[in-house]
């Protein structure tokens, strides 16, 4: 059974940075690729960043040059650090494994496995 357990989140001000970790039971972790999605309250889930096994990554334009993605394959985790924060920011972040490689993995559908989240505030 795959687990997503992510954790780092919290309240932060403005500028300020977080990393969040995530956590994976999965013996195919290391040619997986991952990503992470974030939804704000009243919003749909959106793509944040995604990393490859070989650890090609991609970022949404909202978080590029902020935002870094990084795999750590010993540990089977996925870390996401974030910087320069802002209150546009503030949402639940979660990570998933693709599992469908027909669809963009910018896609909510590439991924089968999700997380539970992890919330993250940007108090302005």
């Known amino acids: 059974q795959v687990q997503l357990v992510e954790s780092g989140g919290g309240l932060v001000q403005a500028g300020g940075s977080l990393r969040l970790s995530c956590a994976a039971s999965i013996r195919t972790f290391s040619s997986s690729a991952m990503g992470w999605f974030r939804q704000a309250p009243g919003k749909e889930r959106e793509f944040v960043t995604a990393?490859?096994?070989?650890?090609?990554?991609q970022y949404s334009d909202s978080v590029k040059g902020r935002f870094t993605i990084s795999r750590d394959n010993a540990k089977n985790t996925v870390y996401l650090q974030m910087n320069s924060l802002k209150p546009e920011d503030t949402a639940v972040y979660t990570c998933a494994v693709r599992t469908k490689f027909s669809t963009p993995w910018t896609t909510r559908g590439a991924y089968g496995y999700w997380g539970r989240g992890t919330q993250v505030t940007v108090s302005s």
């Open positions: 990393i490859s096994s070989t650890s090609n990554t």
